[in-house]
Nanobody
Protein backbone atom coordinates (compact mmCIF):
# COMPACT_ATOMS: atom_id res chain seq x y z
CA UNK A 1 0.00 0.00 0.00
CA UNK A 2 1.33 3.41 -0.96
CA UNK A 3 2.24 5.70 1.92
CA UNK A 4 3.20 9.35 2.13
CA UNK A 5 6.54 9.86 3.86
CA UNK A 6 7.21 13.17 5.61
CA UNK A 7 10.54 14.50 6.81
CA UNK A 8 12.09 17.75 7.99
CA UNK A 9 10.39 18.38 11.32
CA UNK A 10 12.27 19.23 14.47
CA UNK A 11 12.91 21.73 17.21
CA UNK A 12 13.61 25.33 16.28
CA UNK A 13 13.69 28.66 18.08
CA UNK A 14 11.11 31.33 17.39
CA UNK A 15 12.01 33.23 14.26
CA UNK A 16 13.73 30.22 12.74
CA UNK A 17 12.93 28.17 9.65
CA UNK A 18 12.22 24.58 8.72
CA UNK A 19 11.52 22.84 5.42
CA UNK A 20 9.19 19.87 5.36
CA UNK A 21 9.26 17.33 2.56
CA UNK A 22 6.76 14.67 1.54
CA UNK A 23 6.98 11.98 -1.09
CA UNK A 24 4.95 8.84 -1.78
CA UNK A 25 6.44 5.37 -1.34
CA UNK A 26 4.96 4.32 -4.68
CA UNK A 27 2.92 5.49 -7.62
CA UNK A 28 0.08 7.94 -7.04
CA UNK A 29 -2.16 10.01 -9.28
CA UNK A 30 -0.17 13.12 -10.21
CA UNK A 31 -3.42 15.07 -10.55
CA UNK A 32 -4.06 14.80 -6.81
CA UNK A 33 -4.23 17.92 -4.73
CA UNK A 34 -1.41 17.69 -2.20
CA UNK A 35 -1.02 19.61 0.97
CA UNK A 36 -0.10 20.02 4.59
CA UNK A 37 -2.33 19.95 7.63
CA UNK A 38 -1.38 20.31 11.26
CA UNK A 39 -2.77 19.35 14.61
CA UNK A 40 -1.69 20.27 18.10
CA UNK A 41 -2.94 18.66 21.34
CA UNK A 42 -6.53 19.58 22.15
CA UNK A 43 -7.12 21.25 18.81
CA UNK A 44 -8.77 20.18 15.59
CA UNK A 45 -6.66 19.38 12.57
CA UNK A 46 -6.37 22.45 10.37
CA UNK A 47 -5.34 23.14 6.81
CA UNK A 48 -1.95 24.80 6.44
CA UNK A 49 -1.50 24.89 2.68
CA UNK A 50 -2.55 22.91 -0.37
CA UNK A 51 -1.42 22.94 -3.98
CA UNK A 52 -3.00 21.51 -7.11
CA UNK A 53 -1.18 19.79 -9.93
CA UNK A 54 -1.36 22.98 -12.00
CA UNK A 55 0.12 25.07 -9.18
CA UNK A 56 -2.96 26.69 -7.67
CA UNK A 57 -2.31 27.36 -4.00
CA UNK A 58 -4.48 27.88 -0.94
CA UNK A 59 -2.72 28.97 2.25
CA UNK A 60 -4.17 29.47 5.72
CA UNK A 61 -4.33 33.09 6.84
CA UNK A 62 -2.38 32.13 9.97
CA UNK A 63 0.72 31.25 7.94
CA UNK A 64 0.30 33.47 4.90
CA UNK A 65 3.48 35.37 4.15
CA UNK A 66 5.57 32.98 6.26
CA UNK A 67 4.96 29.53 4.76
CA UNK A 68 5.35 28.53 1.12
CA UNK A 69 4.12 25.32 -0.46
CA UNK A 70 5.60 23.86 -3.64
CA UNK A 71 5.50 20.57 -5.50
CA UNK A 72 7.15 18.56 -8.21
CA UNK A 73 4.57 16.63 -10.23
CA UNK A 74 7.04 14.17 -11.77
CA UNK A 75 7.72 12.59 -8.38
CA UNK A 76 4.59 13.79 -6.57
CA UNK A 77 6.80 15.48 -4.02
CA UNK A 78 5.57 18.42 -1.99
CA UNK A 79 7.48 20.78 0.26
CA UNK A 80 6.52 23.28 2.92
CA UNK A 81 9.02 26.06 3.57
CA UNK A 82 8.29 27.57 6.97
CA UNK A 83 9.91 30.87 7.89
CA UNK A 84 9.61 33.14 10.90
CA UNK A 85 8.20 30.32 13.00
CA UNK A 86 6.50 31.11 16.27
CA UNK A 87 5.42 28.91 19.20
CA UNK A 88 1.83 28.86 17.88
CA UNK A 89 3.13 26.87 14.90
CA UNK A 90 4.04 23.98 17.19
CA UNK A 91 2.07 20.94 15.98
CA UNK A 92 2.30 17.65 14.19
CA UNK A 93 2.32 18.32 10.47
CA UNK A 94 0.69 15.87 8.11
CA UNK A 95 1.14 15.50 4.37
CA UNK A 96 -1.93 14.48 2.41
CA UNK A 97 -3.06 13.82 -1.15
CA UNK A 98 -6.53 13.41 -2.60
CA UNK A 99 -8.50 14.21 -5.76
CA UNK A 100 -10.32 17.16 -4.18
CA UNK A 101 -9.92 19.67 -1.35
CA UNK A 102 -13.25 18.48 0.06
CA UNK A 103 -11.83 14.96 0.35
CA UNK A 104 -8.74 16.28 2.10
CA UNK A 105 -10.72 18.41 4.54
CA UNK A 106 -12.82 15.38 5.43
CA UNK A 107 -9.77 13.22 6.05
CA UNK A 108 -9.99 11.08 2.94
CA UNK A 109 -7.19 10.22 0.55
CA UNK A 110 -3.61 9.38 1.40
CA UNK A 111 -2.12 10.66 4.65
CA UNK A 112 1.33 10.46 6.15
CA UNK A 113 2.18 9.62 9.74
CA UNK A 114 3.13 13.21 10.43
CA UNK A 115 6.27 15.00 11.50
CA UNK A 116 6.57 17.00 14.71
CA UNK A 117 7.44 20.69 14.59
CA UNK A 118 8.24 22.34 17.90
CA UNK A 119 9.00 26.05 18.15
CA UNK A 120 10.51 27.31 21.37
CA UNK A 121 10.11 30.88 22.56
Amino acid sequence: QVQLMESGGGLVQAGGSLRLSCAPSGSVNSRNIMGWYRQSPGKKRELVAVISSDGAVDVSDSVKGRFTISRENANNTVWLQMNNLNPEDTARYYCAAAPTIVALNNGYGLWGQGTQVTVSS
